[in-house]
């Protein structure tokens, strides 16, 4: 395994991080095609003796089921100081008042509720999982700042929203003496580059790490173009984030397949290596709900794409609407 910093940040983390959303009881929350308890335990195994230390997942994922899988595995397969566990507070588990958003009272109540479930006592980064436009952002970034000074996180990420958005938190913070975010979490894929305009030059200059979700565009990288699984055809948002550019998408899938057969690499590998190649990026997010998808993540670490391949892989692309805030 390798590691780097999250930007310039003093967080050590895995080059690969392993997404939990795939990890949660099936009958929770909206993801039907996640991992009960028992079938997931053998991911997070995996991922420990492959040197994988760092690990994402969010308190709505599987409606808390995710985060108390994970803090369980976690906890019994680890030792808590050389692992990095990663969250995120917006999305509501529950009906009511200051049941979502990033209000000083949702965020307050949602990391006590995050580390009851994982098990822990802080997480090592805190991050919003998406921008609120109903609360003042200077409330947002205060009780953000709480949440470090008091210990129950080490470092705070951002994820999904407009550039303009994540410098005026940061301008925020600054301006206040609060803590800044270190992270971006944003999706970053071959079909999906929309990122590379604003928050990604934004990122590099601020020293911001950058973690892309969805790296293998919901899987579509992974396989022969029309190939369906069960979860694309059950899952809404991937029918809604790839359908913009068929006809250029299918011509850098298909790239992805010829430069696949000619390393002798599955085209997960090839898709991983680019997105680890480019600037910005710290380390892709992987999910996995089969082991040899997990497998392919960890192998991609040891492929690197030269200029000829990476201009074939980015040829293709269009410009499309920006997806996933």
């Given amino acids: 395994m390798q590691y780097t910093r999250l930007g310039r940040s003093g967080l050590e983390i895995s080059a690969i991080v392993l997404g939990c959303m795939s990890y949660g009881e099936p009958g929770r929350g909206t993801h039907p095609w996640s991992l009960p308890k028992e079938e997931s335990r053998p991911f997070y195994r995996r991922a420990l003796e492959a040197g994988i230390t760092t690990f994402d997942t969010a308190d709505s994922y599987s409606a808390g089921s995710s985060e108390e899988i994970a803090g369980r595995a976690l906890g019994e397969f680890a030792r808590r100081d050389e692992i990095q566990i990663a969250t995120k507070v917006y999305f509501p588990l529950h009906d009511g008042p200051n049941s979502r958003g990033l209000s000083r009272a949702h965020i307050l109540s949602s990391i006590d509720g995050s580390l009851r479930r994982l098990g822990t006592d802080y997480v090592d980064l805190y991050q ?23 210990g129950k996180a080490r470092y705070i990420g951002a994820s999904s929203m407009w550039a303009w958005q994540f410098a005026k938190a940061q301008h925020t913070a600054e301006r206040n003496g609060w803590t800044r975010f270190v992270s971006m979490q944003d999706q970053y894929n071959l079909l999906q580059r929309e990122e590379e305009r604003e928050m990604h030059p934004l990122a590099l200059d601020q020293g911001v790490g950058v973690l892309p979700w969805s ?52 085209r997960a590998q090839v898709a991983l290596a680019w997105v680890r190649q480019q600037e910005a990026v710290s380390a892709p997010i992987v999910g996995a709900t089969k082991v040899q998808q997990l497998d392919d993540a960890i192998a991609s670490l040891d492929l690197t794409l030269d200029a000829e391949e990476l201009a074939a892989l980015a040829a293709p692309y269009t410009p499309r609407r920006p997806e996933g805030f």
């Fill in 215 to 266: 790296p293998l565009a919901r899987g579509r990288l992974t396989r022969p173009w029309g190939v369906e699984t069960a979860r694309t055809q059950t899952d809404e948002v991937t029918k809604r984030m790839y359908g913009q550019a068929e006809e250029a998408d299918r011509a850098i899938v298909d790239a992805v397949g010829r430069i696949a057969d000619a390393r002798g690499v599955s």
């Fill in 128 to 150: 919003i999982h998406r921008w609120d436009d109903t609360t003042p952002i200077e409330e947002t970034m205060e009780a953000l700042h709480d949440v470090v000074r008091s």
